[in-house]
T-cell receptor, first 112, second 114 residues
Framework: QKEVEQNSGPLSVPEGAIASLNCTYSDRGSQSFFWYRQYSGKSPELIMF????GDKEDGRFTAQLNKASQYVSLLIRDSQPSDSATYLCAVNKAGGYQKVTFGTGTKLQVIP | SAVISQKPSRDICQRGTSLTIQCQVD?????MFWYRQQPGQSLTLIAT?????????ESGFVIDKFPISRPNLTFSTLTVSNLSPEDSSIYLCSAPGADQETQYFGPGTRLLVL
């Protein structure tokens, strides 16, 4: 079992729709969870992080964490063509700054 | 957030040579990280560069192939030695933000080995 699993996609959504990106992790002791956006040929850009169960909203982005189910998701509301990118889920195994493990990423395509 | 720069942004190298990549952070950080991202793949951690001590390497990566220096709290270098075409990849350095939880990436170095 991979430490961090994501569906590779591509996930295609029409412009204006909600894109839902999902991630599961294997280490129940994981404490910090991150979503990165990576455009083709660019480095990853941090867009959301979440530490506690529940939802965290920032603009059009909502991160959702369910530690009991070992599941973290990212919702993008009112999806725009500029949101088309690969979204990487990352997990920090322990509190404080430690090694972060990345999933393989989900490619999102927003269709105009 | 941390602002991170890398040099060179890209290079083409001959088999058997070495490439040294530089990473500069705009603030002092205890740890810096080096990743590799092969074409179409996710990020794989190569090593953690600790200031004042030896780098810590992940399984599958060795110091002879990927020597790392960390002379101060804002700078690190990664050398990829004895290059082969399999080393063609993007190499990224990262560092934590002020909260020590979030991690930020440099723009990456794109290496092609012929």
């Amino acid at each position: 079992q991979k430490e961090v699993e994501q569906n590779s996609g591509p996930l295609s959504v029409p412009e204006g729709a909600i894109a839902s990106l999902n991630c599961t992790y294997s280490d129940r002791g994981s404490q910090s969870f991150f979503w990165y956006r990576q455009y083709s040929g660019k480095s990853p850009e941090l867009i959301m992080f979440i530490y506690s169960n529940g939802d965290k909203e920032d603009g059009r982005f909502t991160a959702q964490l369910n530690k009991a189910s070992q599941y973290v998701s990212l919702l993008i509301r009112d999806s725009q063509p500029s949101d088309s990118a690969t979204y990487l889920c990352a997990v920090n195994k322990a509190g404080g700054y430690q090694k972060v493990t990345f999933g393989t990423g989900t490619k999102l395509q927003v269709i105009p | 957030s941390a602002v991170i720069s890398q040099k060179p942004s890209r290079d083409i190298c001959q088999r058997g040579t070495s490439l040294t990549i530089q990473c500069q952070v705009d603030s002092q950080v205890t740890m810096m990280f080096w990743y590799r991202q092969q074409p179409g793949q996710s990020l794989t951690l190569i090593a953690t560069a600790n200031q004042g001590s030896e780098a810590t390497y992940e399984s599958g990566f060795v110091i002879d192939k990927f020597p790392i220096s960390r002379p101060n709290l804002t700078f690190s270098t990664l050398t990829v030695s004895n290059l082969s075409p399999e080393d063609s990849s993007i190499y990224l350095c990262s560092a934590p933000g002020a909260d020590q939880e979030t991690q930020y990436f440099g723009p990456g170095t794109r290496l092609l080995v012929l």
